[in-house]
């Protein structure tokens, strides 16, 4: 029996049955250290996937285990209802920051929340209940937010209080636009939208995307698609929600923000943030423009939103971040990272692409036929794991490995889980040919 094995069943007894592990034999973390996790069994890994991008910068970061502790023995109080100093300076970066002039910010605890939250504003705003999104998405599980999550196989239900169209962009390399050039592919998405509006019922109130689909693979759409987009938007006083959950705060190298390789578009109205800014800590948020952020009739929309314990740590975790140009080490060693997967990847069957941006690194697996394999992932998985390296999958068909390490990675580490990866996928694409032969 593995040592997992009784925690495991204890999990499978008490939890739901659809809230899956990753593994085998799932992992049971005890401790993180940099770049580095433990296992209950004291192996260690290298950690490519940071718990899905929540651990931004780096785990157990001293800056925050103090900000942390120190917060956590002063006051517990935990109600939006008292002034509370951390929540105010960290309103007024992330406003600055943002690109939104005039903004205003709300926390919330998750990025379903506050992406759930950016829905009410604009519904409410705009009084309607239409919302554009782009296939292929991820917004959250919620009520309100599986009904704009286009990837269908990570939504469970169809039901949504929402009416949503949805328009193509999302995805560079599928779909009808496939072969037309960026500049036409543009263009074509732009066309679309305009269809779509034709078929609603009168006013649309938003259209909300991620920058770069996270959950969906790591895609992105050619630069410049946000601002074709927004011209169009415009022209109808539809509001844009960009979703940063996965792309804000430098991940993508080049830009503090996804929507910033848009900019011709200008600024978004709405913009939701969450995993990396706590460091592990449970922040999202949502940042508006203040007519928009002020149109709601309300006290409060949460209890816990912004709680101070992770308003001191997303402080002295943004601090950190920007005191240590972590958006600039994600353009360079990201940068290496993805050169050296391509390098992987140009000499490996298994591998039919490798895309990403910064450190979000999207390796994506097809069978010796072409077609996408959910199994050589699971197996890439499963090899990475033994050899001390975790990492993510994703995409529609589940067949996208998903590279996205803390931060602060350094060159040495880039260079060591690359030559992991190769590793575990030369081993995924022997088992596969052994499969298809037997
Ligand atoms: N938006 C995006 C783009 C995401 O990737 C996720 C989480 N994977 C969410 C929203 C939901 O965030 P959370 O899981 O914190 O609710």
Redo the contacts with the bound molecule.
Sequence with gaps: MSPAAPLRDRHRAVMPSWLALYYDEPLELTHGEGRHVWDASGKRYLDFFGG???TMTAHALPEVTKAVSEQAGRILHTSTLYLDRHMVELAERVASLSGIPDARVFFT???????DAALLLATTYRGSNQILAMRN??????FS?VGVTGNTSWSPTSLSPLQTLYVHGGVRGRGPYAHLDDRRFIEACAADLEDMLGQAHGTVAALIA?PV???GGFTAPPDGLYAAFREVLERHGILWIT?????GWGRTGDHLWGWQAHAASGPPDLL?F??GIGNGM?I?GVVARADVMNCLEANSISTFGGSPVTMAAGLANLTYLIEHDLQGNARRVGGLLLERLRAIGAGLTVVHEVRGRGLMAGVELAGRDGSPSPRAAARTLEHARELGLLIGKGGREGNTLRVAPPMTLTVAEAEEGAAILEEALRRAQQDLAAEETS
């Design positions: 899905i991008l929540t605890t998750s990025g379903t929340e506050a992406n998405s991820y917004h959250g599980r919620s937010t991620e689909q996270g959950v979703d940063e959950v996965q792309t939701t969450a995993k449970s999202g």
